[in-house]
């Protein structure tokens, strides 16, 4: 998977996705650096059973855990690096055999039988298995001498500001499950996503925009929203979708017959009533983080119908990110939002362009795909 390492604002990809009780534990990657205060699930082990810890660290954990789902969201971790992340996620996915890791023996090789041993056992394990060469052919780009398929001829342009990581290792052979390990770090899902984790982390610097986006297709990708689900993280860092077609929310304008006066009363009305069972029923912290999310949304009217528009882009930059052009305007428009969510303060937007799970018609569907994400990838790196 490409990883764009410009910062502050960056296309970035963990491949170590980890997880930890009070804040980001950090891998090998550059964004993140670990905190003397931080506690980490190998941490709490450790002491739970090297230690042995008594029962009421246990429930002081819970106790911690509970207060902070009631506080609003606010920064957590020590200053780092990284302001913005954008995540442009291929989900299927792209065979890195066909894209940007080329295995020139498979020519040698080719419809050769392969036993496949010494694995775990599913249902793709049957059958007898071949080997097949690349019906692309690659070449070397920029200075780096990066490998690209050649369909890849605008991102060729910008290969040296991306580092190609080649050791990512995959789990799981079903669609949810690999999605949710890849944004969450937990197969089974119910874990905070990576935007869950950033937004924790950094704060939002916009109050009038949730501080994790996310752009999907038409259809949700496989595992629904649960892959920018805050899991067990307060409501408020859980990533907020935008439709890529009509009003980006749902119900984000109020209707003809209600000012926005009239609107600011009945929301202050419920707030009333929400305050007053809060403080009758403590124990559910839920409601808090419905109360925040009615205040968000009314924030929200006066900033997301300006952001959706694109009519006030050039026609250069229309062009650049391949807009109004029937193959490339559907990431071409949602990339060039995510560089516009970023220049207002979001602090994380996810991207989902799919589907790439080609199987046996490799050539024809990844060949289509390549086509339609090349041109607004490489614009975004260049417009960054």
């Not at 059958?127 to 060469?133: D, I, L, M, S, T």
């Not at 780096?144 to 890849?152: E, I, K, Y």
């Not at 999605?179 to 924790?200: E, M, S």
């Not at 209707?255 to 305050?275: A, E």
Request: charged residues 20%; aromatic residues 10%.
């Amino acid at each position: 998977m490409p990883v764009h390492g410009a910062w502050p604002s960056c296309a970035w990809f963990c491949s170590t996705p980890t997880s930890s009780f009070t804040s980001i534990e950090t891998c090998a990657c550059p964004p993140f650096r670990r905190t003397p205060h931080t506690v980490t699930r190998r941490d709490f082990f450790h002491d739970l059973y090297g230690l042995g810890a008594s029962l009421g660290s246990i429930a002081l954990t819970s106790m911690l855990s509970s207060a902070r789902a009631a506080s609003p969201p606010r920064p957590h971790v020590a200053p780092v690096r990284a302001k913005q992340c954008i995540f442009l996620y291929m989900e299927g996915g792209p065979s890195h055999l066909d894209t940007f890791d080329p295995k020139p023996r498979l020519a040698r090789l080719h419809l050769k039988e392969f036993q496949r041993g010494g694995e775990e056992q599913s249902a793709m394990s049957s059958g007898k298995r071949y080997y097949v060469q690349s019906p692309f052919s690659f070449r070397q780009a920029g200075d780096s001498g990066a490998w690209l398929n050649t369909r890849w001829e605008q991102l060729a342009g910008v290969a040296d500001e991306i580092c190609f990581y080649r050791g990512l290792q995959g789990l799981s052979v079903n669609h949810p499950t690999a999605n949710y390990h890849i944004n969450t770090g937990n197969r089974f899902g119910g874990d905070p996503a990576l935007g869950a984790w950033v937004n924790l982390g950094l704060g939002t610097e916009n109050a009038n925009l949730p501080g994790f986006v996310v752009l999907p297709e038409l259809s949700y990708p496989q595992g629904g929203p649960a892959n920018w689900s805050n899991g067990f993280l307060p409501t408020g860092f859980q990533g907020t979708a935008l439709r890529p077609q009509g009003s980006p929310l749902l119900n984000i304008r109020p209707p003809s017959t209600i000012d926005r006066t009239q609107q600011r009363s009945n929301l202050d009305f419920l707030g009333q009533l929400n305050r007053r069972h809060a403080e009758r029923h403590p124990q559910h912290a839920e409601l808090e983080a419905r109360m925040q999310n009615y205040e968000l949304a009314f924030r929200m009217q006066t900033q997301v119908p300006d952001l959706v528009d694109l009519s006030t882009e050039t026609k250069a930059t229309r062009s650049l990110y391949g807009i109004d052009h029937p193959r490339t305007d559907n990431l071409g428009r949602r990339c060039l939002l995510a560089r516009k969510l970023v220049e207002k303060g979001v602090r994380f937007v996810q991207l989902y362009a799919s589907t790439w799970d080609s199987h046996d018609y490799i050539a024809k569907a990844h060949g289509s795909l390549i086509d339609s994400v090349d041109r607004p990838i490489a614009a975004l790196i260049t417009d960054l």
